[in-house]
């Protein structure tokens, strides 16, 4: 496996494998690489023929009261990880190599941001477009893979391809999940043990909301009254931030015979944790 740091070197790789014929996939991660990432290069391997993973701590994308400088890295790590999944690049730049004091263009999204997650992290998705943007250019993949654990992020991230017309194609990653069905997360070691026992109540509550809408002629909004009520009585020790039903990839609260999300954020006393589910008609 090759690590390249430049952004040049990597253009020139990309370039020589393109013309070659081959197909490039595209894990853009921050690092301190865990199971989610594993899923994502495991789907990788499988449907392109030249893997590259990035690993680069975004700082646009974080707040300033947010924890950049503390976020944790792990280089090594991530690097005999990498190898082992079988990727054949891992990109590895400074923040210089992507940044510059001459960058003159700042993004803005301007949709599907004042929803879940959103809300309490302003300015986050320009950063996240915004380092997407280069490395689409440097990387020039043909599929980029993405979890579905951060589905808002996949809809910016969707939103971007379609708005600057990028010849990339997103590959959704299911989310990876513990045997009880609780979101794999960094975080769930946040959790008391009796929390932990409490949690996959709240994969289960979103499982019965898309019977519940499958079954039944609801409109979004009773859907969501019904299920957010579920789950309220269901947790004891958690509470509900927010649990909504939205059009998917759009982030509206607009009727729909399309896909939906119906997403949560539940508040336990370390930890805030996060999951959804996306409902489609067409699915059995
Ligand atoms: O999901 C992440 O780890 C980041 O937001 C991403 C997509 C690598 C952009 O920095």
Known sequence: MKVIKNAQEIQRFVLEQKAKGHKIGFVPTMGFLHEGHLSLMREAKRTTDINVVSVFVNPAQFGP????????????????????????????????????????????????????????????????????????????????????????????????????????????????????GLAKSSRNVRLSTDERQEAPVIYQTLQWGRDLMKQEGLSMSEAEKRVREKLEASLKLGKVDYLTILSYPELEPKETSGEKILATAVFYKNVRLIDNIIISHQED
């Not at 949709?111 to 990387?139: I, M, Q, W």
């Not at 043909?142 to 939103?159: L, T």
């Not at 971007?160 to 959704?172: A, E, Y």
């Open 65 to 180: 009261n947010e924890d950049f400088e503390t976020y944790p890295r792990d280089f090594e790590h991530d690097k005999q990880l990498v190898e082992a999944a079988g990727m054949d690049v891992l990109f590895y730049p400074s923040v210089e190599e992507i940044y510059s004091d001459q960058d003159l263009i700042q993004m803005t999204v301007t949709k599907r941001t004042n929803v879940l997650c959103g809300t309490s992290r302003p300015g986050h998705f320009d950063g996240v477009v915004t380092v997407l943007t280069k490395l689409f250019h440097l990387v020039q993949p043909s599929v980029a893979y993405f979890g579905m654990k951060d589905a808002q992020q996949v809809a910016v991230v969707q939103g971007l391809i379609d708005t600057l017309k990028f010849p990339i194609r997103i590959q959704r990653v299911q989310t990876v999940r513990e045997s009880d």
